[in-house]
């Protein structure tokens, strides 16, 4: 497993951008397919974007494609989501997540319950 600190979130206004970060510990970061997810006031958690081991394939919800692209740096351990156009229903905390390694591919990486290593989560709030 790989321990995962999230950073970048806050408050911005309807239409500003945040970039959030997440710094992963271990040498085996390079290996995971990693993925961003969210969890708004009384509702459940859901999948935002994923991103290969490689950083070669991309995958996203219908809700941010378009507006949120997801990168990797495997030489720094750290994931990236930039999230532009922001809407206030985007409002969330947005936690990274290390999806178990015997998965792989979109089916799986849109799967909260495949991940087995995720971060504290870092607030983002969009004002209207």
């Known amino acids: 497993q790989v321990q995962l600190v999230e950073s970048g979130g806050g408050l911005v206004q309807a239409g500003g951008s945040l970039r959030l970060s997440c710094a992963a510990s271990?040498?085996?970061?390079?290996?995971?397919?990693m993925g961003w997810f969210r969890q708004a006031p009384g509702k459940e958690r859901e999948f935002v974007a994923a991103?290969?081991?490689?950083?070669?394939?991309?995958y996203y919800a219908d809700s941010v494609k378009g507006r949120f692209t997801i990168s990797r740096d495997n030489a720094k351990n750290t994931v990236y989501l930039q999230m532009n156009s922001l809407k206030p229903e985007d409002t969330a905390v947005y936690y990274c997540a290390a999806l178990n390694r015997i998965y792989s591919g979109s089916y799986d990486a849109r799967n909260s319950y495949k991940y087995d290593s995720w971060g504290q989560g870092t607030q983002v709030t969009v004002s209207s």
């Open positions: 991103i290969s081991w490689s950083g070669g394939n991309t």
């Open positions: 271990g040498r085996t970061f390079s290996t995971y397919t």
